[in-house]
């Protein structure tokens, strides 16, 4: 099984000093004093511009992000979580309301848009049952967007995202490795 590789650089370009792991970090400040780019090279990961995994976050692949502004981060990154390749099914249920309440719909396979799909527009909760899943803000996987592992989500409004619709999602699939 390959292990994910990331390397975090205190400014933007790669300069400064520079932090690698291959798992989880709930806080950044303990290795790096700020954390403005980075380098994937190998694995998926989430990073986020609060500690403990929580405000903006941003899915990154193999490759370099140069700047962290271009990521749609408000502050710099300050947590990360690496995401473990899934081989699989993928299965999950999404629900209008919170508390798996309202329509219900089963996925095993991306949606670009939701609304147009199943006629729901709002989804409040959600149950992964299999695989690692990406929530977008807007259709056809652009916008914001929420990692969902797999567990019961009840409420999203609770997780921090309120006001936040999410109109599409998406597998993260062995491709993305």
């Not at 670009?112 to 695989?131: A, E």
């Amino acid at each position: 099984m390959t292990m994910g590789k990331i390397i975090f650089y205190e400014d933007r370009n790669f300069q400064g000093r520079s932090y690698e792991t291959s798992s989880d970090c709930s806080d950044m400040s303990s290795y790096l004093s700020r954390c403005h780019s980075c380098r994937v090279e190998s694995g998926c990961f989430m990073v986020y511009d609060r500690t403990n995994y929580m405000g903006n976050q941003y899915f990154v692949r193999r490759g370099e992000y140069s700047d962290y502004q271009r990521m749609g981060m408000s502050d710099c990154i300050k947590s990360c979580r690496m995401i473990p390749m899934h081989r699989g099914s993928y299965r999950m249920r999404i629900y209008e309301r919170e508390n798996f309440g309202g329509q219900m719909h089963e996925l095993m396979d991306d949606c670009d848009n939701m609304m147009d799909r199943y006629r729901m527009s709002d989804c409040m909760s959600c149950n992964v049952m299999d695989g690692h899943w990406l929530m977008y803000e807007q259709p056809q996987f652009r916008g914001r967007m929420m990692y969902l592992r797999p567990g019961e989500y009840r409420s999203f409004r609770d997780m921090g995202w309120s006001g936040m619709k999410f109109m599409s999602m998406r597998r993260i699939m062995d491709s993305f490795y």
